[in-house]
């Protein structure tokens, strides 16, 4: 039984593994993953030079240092155009926006080729802190007094249900979570469809007839399933470790708070990773089994597909309420177990006897 398994096993893996489509998707993933990974260098290497930014004030109080406080990194040139000069300097491109400035009343006239929501909202900031502080001096109000009413109040949150993280470090788990989930989701999701067509593929050119004759078919099922696991694990490793190294210097890695991953983390998602592939490949490959051509395959696959889909959008929706009533129950239902269970692991403080229940 063992020699059959293991030749069944094989032969399905080498022949994915050499298949055109798998090295090619690789590829292509490998090559989106590298540019979603890095779309903040890519969008500042594609948006070109820095914009030249003139700025038209009659305001009493500099301007130039309050608009560098508010994030303009850009040079700002200082200059004394009319609203119509303006509009001809933009026109020919000697500047990309110009800012008219003035306090009777205090008002902000943006001119510029496209629109400038970011430039819009740093302008009118800056302008405000020099009509605040002109309004404060004026009316010679004390500052301490002011900045003590600006001073926000302190609350400090202890949250019982979550095994002692506090509210930062939930929400790193909470961004971890769900990159994990969207994991297990699309794992299941690609490579169990493709134990679908496999066997659609057998069926329709008579190998399956070969196979039956020389294994068993829960021989043959299992070793369809594994190989094809094995083809997700080495593409899904490789994505991970390219993902891993082309990402850290992005802000994305720092959210993710990698470094919480703990033995007990990794523990509990290749358990409920392992269980939920074998639960849903079984039930798909089952499916594969009734139909003879790969066309009428999506058929049978939609009703397991809906069901991933609704594991994943409860596990989603549940990540701000992993102590509900609702998500604690369908937490043991098989087919929402694998994510709801592992989300509530890693968010909440959940008995031994639940988690091994739900297993």
């Known amino acids: 039984m063992n020699r059959k398994f293991l030749t069944l096993y094989r032969f399905s893996l080498f022949q994915k593994l050499r298949a055109k489509s798998f090295l090619i998707s690789t590829v292509l993933m490998v090559v989106f993953l590298v540019g979603f990974s890095n779309i903040e260098r890519i969008i500042d290497w594609f948006s070109g030079d820095d914009p030249k930014i003139a700025v038209v004030s009659s305001l009493e109080a500099p301007i130039v240092p309050v608009l560098k406080e508010v994030g303009i990194k850009t040079k700002i040139t200082e200059k004394d155009y009319s609203l119509k000069q303006a509009r001809q300097v933009v026109d020919k491109g000697t500047y990309d926006a110009v800012a008219l400035l003035s306090d009777d009343p205090y008002r902000v006239t943006l001119i510029s080729a496209s629109p400038e929501q970011e430039l819009q909202t740093q302008l009118s900031t800056a302008l405000k802190q020099v009509r605040d502080q002109t309004i404060i001096t004026d009316a010679d109000v004390d500052p301490a007094l002011l900045a003590s009413l600006a001073a926000p109040i302190d609350v400090k949150q202890e949250l019982t249900s979550t095994g002692g993280k506090s509210e930062d470090e939930l929400f790193a788990a909470s961004a971890l979570v769900y990159v994990l989930l969207f994991l297990m989701y699309f794992t299941i999701a690609i490579y169990g469809g493709m134990i679908v067509t496999e066997i659609a593929n057998e069926k329709s050119s008579r190998v399956m007839e070969l196979l039956i004759s020389a294994a068993s078919p829960i021989q043959h099922m299992l070793a369809k399933i594994?190989?094809?696991?094995?083809?997700?694990?080495?593409?899904?490793?490789?994505?991970?470790?390219v993902g891993y190294y082309s990402a850290q210097s992005s802000s994305?890695?720092?959210?993710?708070?990698?470094?919480?991953?703990?033995?007990k983390t990794i523990v509990y998602l290749f358990v409920f990773f392992l269980l939920g592939y074998l639960l849903y490949a079984t039930l798909l490959a089952a499916l594969g089994s009734l139909v003879s051509r790969v066309e009428d395959a999506q058929q049978v696959t939609l009703p397991v597909i809906m069901l991933i889909v609704a594991a994943f959008t409860v596990s989603i929706f549940s990540l701000n309420a992993p102590t509900n009533q609702a998500v604690v129950i369908l937490s043991f239902v098989p087919f929402f177990?694998?994510?709801?269970?592992?989300?509530?692991?890693?968010?909440?403080?959940?008995?031994?006897?639940?988690?091994?229940?739900?297993?």
């Open 337 to 359: 177990t694998p994510m709801l269970m592992f989300l509530r692991v890693m968010l909440t403080e959940v008995p031994v006897w639940q988690v091994a229940l739900s297993l």
């Open 226 to 241: 594994t190989s094809i696991a094995t083809v997700s694990l080495i593409q899904l490793s490789l994505l991970v470790g």
């Open 252 to 263: 994305l890695f720092d959210q993710l708070s990698l470094d919480s991953l703990s033995v």
